[in-house]
């Protein structure tokens, strides 16, 4: 059981806009802990996709972008293509300045 | 170019003992900290451990505190994680990951190494 709470899987045809929760509490995310999202493609190790809650590295594509709201984020993919096909991660940090991740979202481009 | 090389992992028994490492490369290793994330087989990502630059804040999940200890020699530009009493559960692909910002948090984890993957096993 994860600490923080995403959905199993999500789904979008190209072209299409999806979007991906974290839920969290007040013992992490609404403690006021940044909110960071990774993409892992499979086979491959995680990639930061986005940072402080919605601040993209570059070289990531302006079709990502996140956002977050007392005890949870959502990350949002606009323009949806094949290659974002993967398992998306949230993460943040609780109380005793752990680690914490969502249990992963598999995003299917239909 | 930032590079981070794990390495030692393997197959060991349950109740044995393992030493990862992670070679560090392309930034100024002692200024930042780093972490040690790990993802059992078809699973999702489980922060391990943490280590501030200078080694004096470090944290633990509390499903490997008290076996595993992190550390890291910054005049070799590396990171370590000495895993003992070792059981089934922890089998998995150990990625070390720097913070994003000189400490973690508020940053996140902006390099990954390839992985290595740990076997406990009979």
């Known amino acids: 059981q994860s600490v923080l709470t995403q959905p199993p899987s999500v789904s979008g045809a190209p072209g299409q806009r999806v979007t991906i929760s974290c839920t969290g509490s007040s013992s992490n995310i609404g403690a006021g802990y940044d909110v960071h999202w990774y993409q892992q493609l499979p086979g491959t190790a995680p990639k930061l996709l986005i940072y402080?809650?919605?601040n993209r590295p570059s070289g990531v594509p302006d079709r990502f972008s996140g956002s977050k709201s007392g005890t949870s984020a959502s990350l949002a993919i606009t323009g949806l293509q094949a290659e974002d096909e993967a398992d998306y991660y949230c993460q943040s940090y609780d109380s005793s300045l752990s680690g914490v991740f969502g249990g992963g979202t598999k995003l299917t481009v239909l | 170019e930032v590079q981070l090389v794990e390495s030692g992992g393997g197959l060991v028994k349950p109740g044995g003992s393992l030493r990862l490492s992670c070679a560090a490369s392309?930034?100024?290793?002692?200024?930042?900290?780093m972490n040690w994330v790990r993802q059992a087989p078809g699973k999702g990502l489980e922060w391990v451990s943490s280590?501030?630059?200078?080694?004096?804040?470090?944290y633990y999940a509390d499903s490997v505190k008290g076996r595993f200890t992190i550390s890291r020699d910054n005049a070799k530009n590396s990171l370590y994680l000495q895993m003992n009493s070792l059981r089934a559960e922890d089998t998995a692909v150990y990625y070390c990951?720097?913070?994003?910002?000189?400490?973690?948090?508020?940053?996140?984890?902006?390099?990954w190494g390839q992985g290595t993957l740990v076997t406990v096993s009979s």
């Open positions: 280590t501030s630059s200078s080694s004096s804040y470090i």
């Open positions: 402080g809650n919605n």
């Open positions: 990951a720097k913070c994003s910002t000189t400490t973690c948090p508020p940053g996140g984890f902006d390099y």
């Open positions: 392309g930034f100024t290793f002692s200024s930042y900290s």
